[in-house]
Structure formats: structure tokens, C-alpha cells
């Protein structure tokens, strides 16, 4: 997930990453952290608790409450983490120091964790992707993240970048798009990302007007009734974004364009509503929204080890349809809070934050990175995730 600033084109140091005595592997001292802006740091833990709920209860939505609660959080939060990964990439501009961060962020977490899942799949014999370029359940959004940052430079060029982005999805929406890299997914979320881009402090302070927030939570409510009424006995892939029409073998009129149209439409309102809704002051979970990575790369382990060992089938055995989900929902949080403890932080930093420095040739742009080091990654955590 992206790292918050309160200005978005100078990405920050995590949280206790930044010793202002620490210095590169060239002798130079690490800048001081920049101020966090509460707003996104809040709309990280609250995005990234969406995901774990979503995820837990995959497993239980049996039911037609458990079924819409799963849909209405599908509607908006990968979109939305994808808007606050573009608005935390304008600084990317394609340098060296850029690139090898990149590389250390997101590539590196990327083929640690593909590996990661892989083995706990064959572990349950459960199908494989052909290769490491083809995503791994969650990881298909680093995959992204590590496309969409490449094309920061392109979308800059643009003169109308966010209608490209929007003909893009749409379009890219009716070809057949394949499994490289999650592709389609890409394609689909591409004008969230670009969207970001164009965000300015401005256009947030919008949604801090009364009338927003109370019509940012009548439309909260409207599309959750909207999806226990009608929306949850449709195919999830219209909210997965993963395959294409074409694939999916929808045909593009009257069905398909015009719903892949409406849910972009729905995504980007839920967003808006969701980033009105935020708090905007510190918060005692403000904090955790640095550490979103780690829960998004450790949390698919826990569920799918859960899974592995027998807690779906037990839950739903002693608690039945419902309260398996509704159990399954209330420990969704201490699951979050858990991976964002200072002993899961230590025992997998080894995992989430890898050092590529090794890896990394030195002296070929304008100083080697930060982000390149042992100590780079801790510092730059880009996300907007997961």
C-alpha cells in the first residue's frame, strides 16, 4: 500500500524507519519523515480492514446478508485503494532512484510472496498459475501497482488522461486479455490510478462539506439495500474485475458495456462517499495505516492456513450459516490488528520488506536509493493497497 505524505510528491519514511542519523549505503543521512496526513492513513486501516473482512468471509457468504455485505465491500474498496495508490505516485518520474524503489517495494514483495503462496497451495494441492508472471490470488494487486507506477510519466504527457484511462478499461474490457500479470484487473482499475493522479488537497477538502458527508452516507446505506435486494445474485466478476467480457462470454450489448460503465460509475461515487466519510483527525488507529503492507501480503496466509486446518467447516458446524459469518466477521479485526503488531513486523520483515540492494546496480543515476539498501525498504513503503 502507498505511503502518505502531506505532500504527495515526496513519498515519506514509515513510522520509527526514519532515524535522521541513519545514513544510505553512499554515507549520506536519511532525510527526517515528513508530517502524515491523517485523512489517508485512516483510509488506508479502514480499506485494508475492508479487505480482510472480504477475504474472511469469502468462506461463509452462504447466506443473503453475509453475500451482500461481501459484494457491497467488493463495490469500492480495491478501486479505492487504487485512487489512493495514484495520488501517492505523482513523484514517480521514471529516474533511477525511482525504478530501483520500485523494484524494492513492490517487485521484490511481489516474487517473495508469489513463492510464499505457491507453496502453501501445493500444500493442499490446490492448482498453481503457470508462472510468477501470471498473479497468485492477492498479489495480482503489486502487479498492478508495479504497472500503473511505470505509466506515471505517460499519464503526465496526457491532455485528457482520465478519459484515456476511462476508454482504456472500457474498451480493454471487450478483448480477450489472458493471465500475464493479472492483466485484465490492470486494465480495469486503470482510471481509479489515473484519477489519483490528478487528485490535488483541494478536491478533498470538497468532501468535508455537510451536505456531502450526509449524502455520502444515504448512498452507503442505498447500495448496501441495493445489494441485499438485487445486487449479490449477480456474477462477482463484475465486481472482481479480473476477466474481460469476452471471457466471460457477456455479450457487450445491452449487458455488458452498459455494466461495466454503471460499476465504474458505482465504484467511483462509493469512493468519493468513503473518502467524505473518513475521519480527518488522528485517530488510535491513524498509525496502522503505515502498515497496511503487512496485512495485506501475511493475511491470505492466515485465512488460508485456517482454511487448511478445519476452521470454515467448524465454524459453520457449531455456529451455523450466520453466526459462522458473523464470528468470522468480528475476528476479521483482530486479525488486522494483529499483523500490524511489532512482533509479526519483526518475524516477516524478512518477507514483506526484502533487501534487494545485492541486486541493484549502484552509481547509475542520481545517487542510488534509499529504497535499494537493506534499510531502504523499511522506509518506503508505496502502497495503497492492498
Not at 10 to 25: F, V, W
Not at 303 to 311: E, L, P, T, V
Request: glycine residues 8%.
Amino acid at each position: 500500500m502507498a505511503s502518505i505524505s502531506t505532500r504527495p510528491s515526496e513519498p515519506e519514511p514509515e513510522p520509527g524507519d526514519a532515524d535522521p542519523s541513519r545514513k544510505t549505503p553512499e554515507g549520506r543521512k536519511e532525510p527526517p519523515p515528513q508530517p502524515r496526513d491523517a485523512l489517508l492513513d485512516n483510509a488506508k486501516f479502514l480499506l485494508i480492514l475492508l479487505v480482510v473482512i472480504g477475504h474472511v468471509i469469502a468462506p461463509t457468504t452462504e447466506t443473503r446478508e453475509a453475500n451482500a455485505v461481501y459484494f457491497w465491500i467488493y463495490l469500492f474498496h480495491m478501486p479505492a485503494f487504487a485512487l489512493i495508490s495514484g495520488y501517492l505516485s505523482k513523484s514517480f518520474d521514471g529516474s533511477p532512484a525511482r525504478i530501483d524503489r520500485l523494484l524494492a517495494t513492490v517487485a521484490a514483495p511481489y516474487l517473495v510472496f508469489w513463492g510464499i503462496y505457491a507453496l502453501q497451495s501445493l500444500s493442499v494441492q490446490r492448482g498453481l498459475p503457470d508462472g510468477p508472471l501470471e498473479p497468485l490470488w492477492l498479489t495480482w494487486f503489486l502487479a498492478a501497482l508495479f504497472v500503473w507506477r511505470l505509466t506515471v510519466p505517460l499519464w503526465k504527457r496526457l491532455r485528457w488522461p482520465l478519459t484515456a484511462a476511462i476508454a482504456i478499461s472500457l474498451f480493454g474490457g471487450l478483448a480477450a486479455t489472458g493471465d500475464a500479470l493479472g492483466i485484465s484487473r490492470i486494465i480495469s482499475l486503470l482510471p481509479f490510478f489515473v484519477a489519483g493522479l490528478l487528485l490535488e488537497k483541494r478536491h478533498f477538502a470538497l468532501l468535508r462539506a455537510g451536505w456531502v458527508k450526509a449524502g455520502s452516507a444515504v448512498l452507503m446505506v442505498a447500495t448496501f439495500i441495493l445489494c441485499y435486494a438485487y445486487l449479490e445474485q449477480l456474477s462477482r466478476e463484475w465486481i472482481y474485475w479480473r476477466e474481460s467480457l469476452t471471457d466471460r462470454d457477456v455479450d457487450i450489448l445491452p449487458v455488458g458495456l452498459p455494466g461495466r460503465v454503471a460499476f465504474l460509475l458505482l465504484a467511483f461515487a462509493l469512493t468519493a462517499a468513503f473518502l467524505s466519510l473518513t475521519p480527518r483527525r488522528t485517530t488510535w488507529y491513524t498509525r496502522l495505516g503505515a502498515l497496511t503492507m503487512y496485512v495485506f501480503l501475511l493475511h491470505g496466509l492466515v485465512i488460508r492456513i485456517s482454511d487448511q486446518f478445519g476452521w470454515y467447516d467448524y465454524s459453520n458446524a457449531v455456529f451455523g450459516p450466520h453466526g459462522s459469518f458473523a464470528v468470522n466477521l468480528l475476528l476479521s479485526i483482530p486479525v488486522t490488528l494483529a499483523l500490524c503488531s511489532p512482533w509479526v513486523r519483526r518475524a516477516t520483515r524478512w518477507a514483506v520488506e526484502p533487501s534487494v540492494g545485492w541486486a541493484i546496480r549502484r552509481g547509475t543515476g542520481q545517487g542510488a536509493p534509499s529504497g535499494s539498501g537493506p534499510s531502504g525498504e523499511a522506509r518506503r513503503l508505496e502502497y495503497a493497497a492492498r
